[in-house]
């Protein structure tokens, strides 16, 4: 029997997306909604609740708006904005957080996805603040680079208009320090002080890399290079979509430029530890669309649903 599964904001960047991830699944039944019915309210809670999950591809207060439509007990919601991502009362929608996540998720029926920027970030930091290296109180700093997709429509709108001197150079943003991913870094990175955290969009499609700068006098004493790379391949070992790159990895550094790009069209993140013997710069890498947005979410429904995680991903 087919999974009913329905994406509230389809035609999003995101929703696009999970329906191509969707697509070619005999074991998913994908509702869909008239064009004209996009912002009818009944027709949208119709579909909602008679789904098993739910997708939310919506802006923060509009998400809100479809979650409390849903009044079926058994509809699983995976919200892939901002609204619930530090909510107490929803599960945070990593996989990898923690050994009890994939528990959680399973049972849970309000999933919020996590942001492409957050999930690199995280996945960098929890396992070393679990581990002791680095204290939850540290001050850190973090960028992250990433493809134009992830503005969603109006900037790959603005990107593929045409030429526009502006949109050449790579462009920092976030500078009022109010990222809206800085909340849920700090919290599901098991931080006590928000980082300071400057994201930068460049002009190629998709791709992103958040590095995260230590100095290892600042950690717990003794620790080393090497000891970040312990932890870093003990938490995630067996994990299928999070591959440990070899310290200070030569083919990487080869060229001597990191390829941002490097995992895109997959649901994979790429974990780094490049160091000398008093700094480091942690580094994760992945496809801001899958693993940062729509694979993250068609992870976590398979989780959800009790099937193999990595189905169609």
């Known amino acids: 029997m087919a999974h009913v599964v329905f994406v509230d904001g389809q035609e999003g960047t995101t929703g696009l997306r999970i329906h191509e991830y969707l697509a070619q699944r005999p074991d998913i039944e994908v509702l869909r909604i008239a064009a004209d019915k996009r912002k009818d309210a009944a027709e949208r809670a119709r579909l909602l609740n008679a789904s098993d999950v739910a997708f939310l591809c919506l802006p923060d207060a509009a998400s809100r708006e479809a979650a409390a439509l849903v009044t079926n007990p058994a509809t699983c919601l995976i919200d892939a904005s901002t609204a619930h991502r530090t909510a107490a009362d929803w599960v945070f929608g990593l996989p990898e957080l923690c050994a009890e996540q994939r528990g959680r998720i399973r049972s849970a029926k309000r999933i919020s996805n996590p942001g492409c920027h957050s999930t690199g970030f995280i996945l960098l930091l929890r396992p070393l603040v679990d581990a002791g290296l680095v204290p939850a109180s540290l001050a850190l700093t973090a960028t992250s680079i990433t493809g134009y997709s992830g503005g969603g429509k109006s900037m790959i709108e603005q990107y593929q208009a045409g030429p526009d001197a ?128 729509s694979g993250a979410a068609v992870q976590s429904m398979n989780v959800h649903l009790g099937l193999d995680e990595g189905l169609g991903l």
């Open 166 to 293: 502006r949109l050449d150079a790579p462009r920092p943003y976030g500078l009022k320090m109010a990222h809206k991913h800085i909340p849920e870094m700090t919290l599901h990175g098991g931080l006590k002080t928000a980082p300071v955290f400057m994201p930068i969009v460049g002009r190629f499609y998709k791709g992103l890399s958040v590095s995260v700068p230590l100095h290892l006098s600042q950690l717990k004493p003794g620790t080393t290079a090497e000891h970040l790379q312990a932890v870093f391949e003990a938490r995630y070992a067996g994990e299928r979509f999070i591959r440990v790159m070899p310290l200070r990895d030569a083919a990487t550094l080869d060229s001597g430029y990191f390829d941002v790009q490097a995992a895109n069209d997959t649901n994979r993140v790429d974990l780094f530890v490049f160091a000398d013997e008093t700094r480091a710069v942690v580094m994760a890498r992945l496809d801001n669309l899958g693993k940062g947005a």
